[in-house]
T-cell receptor, first 115, second 110 residues
Framework: GAVVSQHPSWVICKSGTSVKIECRSLDFQATTMFWYRQFPKQSLMLMATSNEGSKATYEQGVEKDKFLINHASLTLSTLTVTSAHPEDSSFYIC???????????FGNGTRLTVT | QKEVEQDPGPLSVPEGAIVSLNCTYSNSAFQYFMWYRQYSRKGPELLMYTYSSGNKEDGRFTAQVDKSSKYISLFIRDSQPSDSATYLCAMKGGNEKLTFGTGTRLTIIP
């Protein structure tokens, strides 16, 4: 079946540095990718929606200059957390779908710890 | 009021029991209803996907949607220890955005 690969699965970085997370659709072309954030024992909160070749649409309260999203191809989207702070520590998850399709496929998430 | 309400649990049941998980919602525009299973430190995995009201069965899993009551359920028959996970309901309307419940943490006791 369709698979979404997310990398890295975990990362530790120092405060003030930037971290890039990759999300790849391995066997289908993903016109839309979604980025979520999940705190412990809480649900997934949508951060932004990205469509290939266009700017991402951010949810209210999500700083677009801090969470940079690039969706340069139909198989790859990246999320860069810039100038990371300890409060950015969280579990980040991407999902990918074709146009009009229910977002069925999720990556395995990236656990970010900012020290 | 949240758009989607789900009891976070935790819920513990003995192996072999029938498990009932539920969500309520307030947005009448939701048309697609999903249940995801999430193991610790993993991404969600789609279990069931239903459009509009009705029942859908897949092996030991049955999903029910009652749009008149804005209530959805997931039943797990003959529960197994491997079913222990967090179960998330999710819904969407005409656009592609999913709205998730908080998830219910389920433990099946051998």
């Amino acid at each position: 079946g369709a698979v979404v690969s997310q990398h890295p699965s975990w990362v530790i970085c120092k405060s003030g540095t930037s971290v890039k997370i990759e999300c790849r659709s391995l066997d289908f072309q993903a016109t839309t990718m979604f980025w979520y954030r999940q705190f412990p024992k809480q649900s997934l909160m949508l951060m932004a929606t990205s469509n290939e070749g266009s700017k991402a649409t951010y949810e209210q309260g999500v700083e677009k200059d801090k969470f940079l999203i690039n969706h340069a191809s139909l198989t790859l989207s990246t999320l860069t957390v810039t100038s990371a702070h300890p409060e950015d520590s969280s579990f980040y998850i991407c999902s990918a779908s074709r146009t009009g399709e229910v977002p069925l496929h999720f990556g395995n998430g990236t656990r970010l710890t900012v020290t | 009021q949240k758009e989607v309400e789900q009891d976070p649990g935790p819920l513990s049941v003995p192996e072999g029991a029938i498990v009932s998980l539920n969500c309520t919602y307030s947005n009448s525009a939701f048309q697609y209803f999903m249940w995801y299973r999430q193991y610790s430190r993993k991404g969600p995995e789609l279990l069931m996907y239903t459009y509009s009201s009705g029942n859908k069965e897949d092996g030991r899993f049955t999903a029910q949607v009652d749009k008149s009551s804005k209530y959805i359920s997931l039943f797990i028959r003959d529960s197994q220890p491997s079913d222990s996970a967090t179960y998330l309901c999710a819904m969407k309307g005409g656009n592609e955005k999913l709205t998730f419940g908080t998830g219910t943490r389920l433990t099946i006791i051998p």
